[in-house]
Structures are given as C-alpha cells and as structure tokens.
C-alpha cells in the first residue's frame, strides 16, 4: 500500500485513525491499521482500480433507470427515438480512451445525453 500511493495511505490513516506521523509506528501496527480500512479508503479503491464507491455507482445506476423511465413515457420513448445515454456508460466509455467530458451547464448534458 505504502509504495502504490504513500500520500493516499496517510490520508487515510489521518482520516480513519487520526494519525499524521504513520512512519513513528511500528511497520506491524501500521500492516494491521492499513488491514482495517474502510473498502472505499482512498489507498484501497486506488488498489482495486476502483473510480467510486459501489454507493455512487449504485445511485448512477438509479438515475439512469430514473432517466429511462422518464424516457419512456415521452412520444420519443413510445417509437423508441433519442434514447438518453446513461450517465454510467458515459463515464466509462470516456475511461476506456475518449476524451474526459466536462459539462458547463445542464442543458449541454441533456444535449449530450439525448443525442
């Protein structure tokens, strides 16, 4: 953990258990410390390749099934026109190599969610 990310491990160890100098304990203490993590500890979603929390995933998923259903009930939604996109395949297809996108304001995503 210490050689992935030194600065995220003492973020977390400051946050969870209060401590800023993690190098004044013993490597044993600080294994066991750093074994206790939360999941969604900095250092430990680092480790798991992890961009969120399953909470934030779990609430992009809600949104886009929100989206969709308020989708479907519009004249578009009945002759399966301009589908929204979903915001959690958005994010991840940008991962996989496009360009980050930044939105300025709602009515751009809208634009970029609906096509």
């Given amino acids: 953990m210490y050689a992935c990310d030194k600065d995220a491990l003492i973020c977390d160890f400051a946050e ?7 190098e004044a304990l013993p490597l044993e203490l600080r294994a066991i410390l750093a074994s206790g993590l939360r ?20 609430i992009m998923h809600i949104f ?21 996109r979903s915001i959690f395949d958005l ?18 995503m809208m634009k970029r969610l609906y096509g």
Avoid at 16 to 22: A, E, F
Avoid at 39 to 58: A, H, P, Q, W, Y
Avoid at 67 to 73: I, N
Wanted: charged share 35%; net charge negative; glycine share 4%.
């Fill in 16 to 22: 969870t258990y209060h401590v800023l100098d993690i």
């Fill in 91 to 108: 994010y991840y297809d940008n991962k996989e190599g496009n360009d980050f996108v930044v939105f300025e304001s709602e009515d751009e």
């Fill in 64 to 84: 886009d099934v929100v989206h969709w259903l308020q989708w479907a009930k519009t004249k578009d939604g009945s002759k399966n026109r301009n589908m929204p």
């Fill in 39 to 58: 999941e969604d500890s900095r250092i430990n979603m680092k480790l798991n390749g992890r961009d969120f929390t399953i909470r934030e995933e779990v």
